[in-house]
Structure formats: C-alpha cells, structure tokens
C-alpha cells in the first residue's frame, strides 16, 4: 500500500519523512491554511527531501497558471485539487506537465459516479479539507477505480481501512495531522504510519 505524508513545512518535517521513505509528501500551496507554505519554503524543503519521494502541491480552487508555472519549473511532480475544481479546469492542467489527483468530499451530497468519472489521473476521498477526521468508508466501498483514502488515518488504523476496503480500487492512503506532534511531523510517528502501509499487501 503506498502511502502520502502531508502538510510539510520545515526542514525537522522533511527530514522526518526522509528517514521513513513515504510514496508521496504534500505541501499546502493556497493560501490561507493551516499548513499553509509559500513557494519560496516548498522550494527549499524540496532541496531536503529524498528525490525517491514525490511532491504533491495541494492547491483549492487556485490560479491554474500558477499551478501549471509551478510543474514546469519542478516544484512538485504531482497537483492535487482540493476545491471545486471542474473537469474543464482539470482538462486544461492535464495540457502541462504533471499528474493530477481530485479529492472528493464525502459527505450528505457525496455522488460516487461523478468521482468514478473524473477527468483526473487519480481521485481521492476525504471528510473535508484537511478536517483529520474519518468518513464512512462503506460509501467507497464499490469504486473499483484506484483511489487514494484521506481522512482519520494515522498510525495503527490503516490496516483496519484496508481490511475494509478490500476489493476496492483502494491504492493509497494520505494523512497528515495524525503524524504530527506540536504542529511538526513526528518521525517516529511518520515511520510506523509507513511501515505499516508499505508491510499491506492484497
């Protein structure tokens, strides 16, 4: 199971998820979040982090010229749009350089079909933006397409997802708060959260 660790924002962060090795890590890049960073700190962390992982840009209803500037210039290999951002909108970021991954809001409107159909490369599934806290997983339960889970996960219930999950295109899990510790990734925390997504196999 592949596994991204998001909200970085120092070097103790990027040097946390060096020692553990995730898939993926994320960097907040629209303003006026938590986690927010700007270009000039993603850039730096960038110089930190193990060239095996790869940086996802989280982006909520941004700019996309600045998004496509961003790829091209090697900031981040991965976009991932967290806002209201249509397939037209996806189509014209799929033009550039770059994988985009949307991430769906289950909830009391959430539409499983429309996901399923996205324009994106990759589609994932959350409570909210960066709310940490988890869904009811039996909603995704019969998306065969590969997805990405978000929401609640941390150490020590990952298995537990993908125990109920399986037979679904269940592919990655991300979190973030549940790794943290003082507002900064904890690296012990980070390295069981990877162990045990990376010893899952099915």
Known sequence: ?????????TPGDAS????????YVGFIL????????????????????DPQIQRVGVFVDDDPSRIKRLIYNGL??????????SDDYINELKSGEGSIIKVFKVDEN???AKAESSAA???MFDSGTGSGEKFDWSKIKDCKRPFILAGGLGP???TEACK???GSGLYAVDMSSSVDKGGHKDEDLVIQAVNEAHGINF
């Open 110 to 112: 959430f539409d499983l």
């Open 156 to 158: 020590g219930n990952i």
């Open 30 to 49: 629209t303003e006026g979040y938590k986690r927010t960073v700007s270009e000039e700190t993603a850039k730096l962390l960038s110089k930190f982090i």
């Open 1 to 9: 199971m592949k596994i991204k660790i998001c909200g970085l924002r």
């Open 121 to 123: 490369d990759m589609i």
């Open 16 to 23: 946390a998820v060096n020692e553990a090795m995730p898939d």
């Open 76 to 85: 981040i290999d991965i976009v991932q749009l967290h806002g209201n951002e």
């Open 164 to 166: 109920d999950l399986k």
